[in-house]
């Protein structure tokens, strides 16, 4: 092939990206600062548009650049994971693995995890994306998703990574101010912390007594003078007196642990967020995938062991 993209140039541009200079990409590749230069250039000739701005100090993709990145990552990842699938390479871990996660869950715990797993698979090159909602199942936005509840698609492979229920919660001066709710109704009386995220309904509390054929739901409409679709301004409204929240164990686990957070109505149970790990079939062969949810279902296991009295 003298013209166009040749399949060198992927691995050549991937790493030279990833390193962020020519001299660093030299180093990484073994070859001197010149010839990386030479390559790159010979790159932009056979495919006419160019692809970095070089200047003395720094470089930066062009538009171009970037869309050649993100499609020659994945034509590598693609490569990778047929190796794994043929029998290949399949002890290590690496190419290109997109994760996917909610706003602050991903935030404050899938970011941390994921920052010790590039430490253990240094050949694994993560992008993480954060949102309010998870993807759609049938678009190729991500590798792995991890997110609350199972869905319902046998088109993808759903882990149960760990436990987590929804909690009402308060703080103590605010239930000293208004009393501590003893059954559901009570909330209706209430000042409640109203989160809009996701496609739940909002403003809707379900609040389940007993267990099995005996259960029992009420469906409370709650109403409060404050409304965020950030989950970690909601928590810090609640430590401020201004109301009951309702909101993942996770995230106030340990406001509750040192008295900050008063678990209101602990005798009703609300509908189960579990943590699961999403991902496509056609991915479960691969070694990246493989690793990286084990690696996330041990480190949760770990961290509940650890909590417990």
Same mark, same amino acid.
Not at 17 to 20: K, Q, S, Y
Not at 64 to 70: D, N, P
């Given at each position: 092939?003298t013209?166009?993209?040749?399949?060198?140039?992927?691995g050549?541009f991937?790493?030279l990206?990833?390193?962020?200079s =020519?001299?660093a990409a030299g180093?990484e590749?073994?070859?001197?600062?010149p010839?990386v230069?030479?390559h790159?250039s010979q790159?932009?000739s056979?495919?006419g548009?160019?692809?970095v701005v070089?200047?003395?100090?720094?470089?930066?993709?062009?538009p171009?650049?970037?869309?050649?990145?993100?499609r020659?990552?994945r034509?590598l990842?693609?490569?990778?994971?047929?190796?794994e699938?043929?029998?290949v390479?399949k002890?290590?871990p690496k190419?290109?693995?997109r994760?996917?996660a909610?706003?602050g869950f991903g935030?404050s715990?899938?970011?941390?995890?994921i920052?010790?797993f590039?430490?253990?698979?240094?050949?694994?090159? #993560?992008q993480l994306?954060l949102?309010?909602n998870?993807p759609?199942?049938?678009?190729?936005?991500?590798d792995?998703?991890?997110?609350?509840?199972a869905p319902p698609?046998?088109?993808v492979?759903?882990r149960h990574?760990?436990p987590?229920?929804?909690?009402l919660c308060?703080?103590?001066?605010? =239930?000293?101010?208004?009393?501590?709710p003893?059954?559901?109704?009570?909330?209706t009386k209430?000042?409640?912390?109203?989160?809009?995220?996701g496609?739940e309904a909002?403003g809707?509390?379900?609040?389940t007594?007993g267990?099995?054929k005996?259960a029992?739901t009420?469906?409370?409409?709650i109403r409060g003078?404050?409304t965020?679709?950030?989950?970690?301004?909601? #928590?810090?409204?609640?430590?401020?007196? @201004?109301?009951?929240?309702m909101?993942?164990?996770?995230?106030i686990?340990?406001y509750?642990r040192?008295?900050r957070l008063? @678990?209101?109505?602990p005798?009703?149970?609300?509908p189960?967020?579990d943590? @699961?790990?999403?991902y496509?079939? @056609?991915h479960q =062969?691969?070694?990246?995938?493989?690793?990286f949810v084990?690696?996330?279902a041990l480190s949760?296991?770990q961290?509940?062991a650890?909590t417990?009295?």
């Open positions: 092939m013209n166009g993209i040749q399949p060198a140039d992927l050549f991937s790493t990206a990833r390193a962020g =020519l001299s180093r590749l073994g070859i001197t600062t010839a230069s030479k790159l790159m932009e056979r495919l548009v160019r692809l070089r200047t003395t100090r720094r470089m930066s993709l062009t171009e650049g970037e869309m050649y990145l993100e020659a990552r034509i990842a693609e490569i990778d994971e047929m190796g699938m043929l029998g390479a002890a290590t190419g290109l693995l994760v996917n909610t706003l935030r715990h899938v970011a941390p995890l920052s010790r590039v430490r253990k698979h240094p050949q694994v090159e #993560v994306q949102s309010v998870p759609p199942l049938t678009d190729d936005a991500f792995v998703c991890i997110r609350f509840g698609d046998s088109r492979i759903s990574i760990a987590n229920r929804r909690l308060a703080s103590p001066a605010y =239930l000293s101010r208004r009393g501590l003893k059954v559901p109704n009570d909330l209430h000042n409640c912390i109203g989160i809009r995220q496609e909002y809707l509390w379900r609040l007594s267990r099995g005996s029992t009420q469906a409370v409409k003078n404050l965020t679709n950030d989950g970690e301004i909601a #928590v810090n409204w609640a430590l401020d007196g @201004h109301g009951i929240l909101r993942a164990e996770w995230d686990e340990r509750l040192i008295g008063v @678990h209101v109505l005798q009703y149970h609300t189960d967020a943590i @699961h790990a999403v496509p079939q @056609h =062969l691969a070694a990246r995938v493989r690793a084990d690696f996330v949760f296991s961290q509940a650890s417990k009295p």
